[in-house]
């Protein structure tokens, strides 16, 4: 008998085992160096712990509210691309496996099964995540089909003016599929075949002219709540509340974009600051243990986001592993708050952490 996976990195040497090489690489790799996406799980482990002792833990309350959305617990499924090519299922068992962990998913521009299809799937509550194209009708066209099929807030992904240099997929020339979402919108053309045609396509597709504001804009063609993902400075943060946003997401894209940004996790309490609880600032990037989540909730997030592990429990066991990616996390949330005094995820404060900051000080 196989051995028990018994934490959530374990699920990534087996997505490598599944996987061809060009796709593990896709979904693992990072920008350039790589020192971002090694520094977003480092800056985690840095983070110490402070439990208090005799507090009642006999009942662990995990759930939390997300936009007026109650979900069993603060961790939530980010947006990712492509998952057919981690599984023939692609998004549709991701979904499912959202509704039976009861959490969010955040379904990709880039994903592989349509707004439609997703929605149809199960009934968990989903947002959708949008890239602002050239061409502003497709963003019209995605707004309107998300809002139509029950999304409940869009997710405006605001660091990828260009795709970040990945140097995996241009050693290994990486082909994307077609964008799904995209079929009967766009050209095929600018889907070339020729060597890694990832670069050329965003290039070809995103709008760098994206700026502030164009939130107006995107605030008249929906009513729903918008996010804006990507945001690492409080410069940023205060500027996102000018602009109405409805919540924050500290990411640097999994560190696939600019790398020698910031880990997320050591720049979440400026932003939490500059934000002032005016709106929930969630977190992702690096998010791998129990104690992670404990961590960033201690600094100010809301919730966090699970990019690369859902993807890994996807290529290795489908929706069952994706469940059991959400369900560790979960588990170890719960013993962790359990083990440092926390009943309810209300009660993990500022004072259960030590971060390099306070040890300057
Ligand atoms: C991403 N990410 C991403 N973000 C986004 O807004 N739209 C997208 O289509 C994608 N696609 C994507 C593909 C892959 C393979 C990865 C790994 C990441 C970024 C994602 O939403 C999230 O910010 C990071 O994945 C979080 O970091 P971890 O959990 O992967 O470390």
């Known amino acids: 008998m196989a051995d028990e996976i018994v934490n959530v990195n374990e699920f990534q040497a087996l997505a490598r085992q599944a996987l061809p090489k060009m796709y593990y690489d896709f979904y693992a790799g990072g920008a350039e160096d790589e020192h971002t996406l090694k520094k977003n799980v480092q800056e985690f482990q840095r983070i110490i712990l402070l439990p208090r002792v005799l507090v009642d833990v006999s009942k662990i309350a995990l759930s939390t509210n997300i936009l007026g959305y109650t979900i069993s617990a603060p961790i939530m499924i980010a947006p990712t691309s492509m998952h057919k090519l981690a599984h023939p299922e692609g998004e549709l068992a991701t979904a499912r496996a959202a509704a039976a962990c009861n959490t969010i998913m955040m379904l990709s521009f880039t994903a592989s099964c349509s707004v439609e299809e997703v929605a149809a799937s199960c009934d968990a509550v989903r947002f959708f995540q949008l890239y602002v194209c050239k061409r502003r009708d497709i963003a019209v066209n995605l707004v309107q089909r998300a809002e139509k099929s029950g999304y409940k807030a869009i997710v405006l992904t605001a660091d990828r003016p260009r795709r970040g240099r990945k140097?995996?997929?241009?050693?290994?020339?990486?082909?994307?599929?077609?964008?799904?979402?995209?079929?009967?919108?766009?050209?095929?053309?600018?889907?070339?075949?020729?060597?890694?045609?990832?670069?050329?396509?965003?290039?070809?597709?995103?709008?760098?002219?994206?700026?502030?504001?164009?939130?107006?804009?995107?605030?008249?063609?929906?009513?729903?709540?918008?996010?804006?993902?990507?945001?690492?400075?409080?410069?940023?943060?205060?500027?996102?509340?000018?602009?109405?946003?409805?919540?924050?997401?500290?990411?640097n894209h999994g560190a696939r974009q600019l790398d020698y940004t910031p880990a997320t996790i050591s720049v979440l309490e400026e932003v939490v600051q500059a934000v002032g609880r005016r709106v929930p600032v969630l977190l992702d990037g690096g998010v791998r243990r129990g104690t992670d989540v404990f961590k960033a909730l201690a600094l100010g997030a809301q919730a966090v986001l699970v990019g690369r592990p859902?993807?890994?429990?996807?290529?290795?066991?489908?929706?069952?592993?994706?469940?059991?990616?959400?369900?560790?996390?979960?588990?170890?949330l719960e013993l962790t708050m359990a083990l440092a005094g926390c009943p309810s995820v209300e009660d993990i404060s500022r004072s259960h952490v030590r971060t390099d900051r306070d040890r300057l000080q």
């Open 310 to 332: 859902v993807i890994y429990g996807l290529a290795a066991k489908g929706e069952a592993g994706v469940r059991k990616v959400m369900q560790m996390l979960k588990d170890e």
């Open 167 to 251: 140097e995996a997929d241009i050693k290994n020339k990486m082909i994307l599929p077609q964008l799904k979402n995209l079929e009967g919108l766009m050209s095929i053309e600018v889907f070339s075949d020729k060597g890694s045609n990832i670069k050329p396509n965003a290039n070809e597709i995103f709008d760098p002219s994206l700026c502030w504001r164009d939130i107006a804009w995107l605030k008249s063609i929906t009513s729903l709540p918008i996010l804006i993902k990507g945001i690492l400075t409080r410069e940023d943060a205060i500027k996102a509340m000018e602009v109405g946003a409805a919540g924050i997401i500290v990411s």
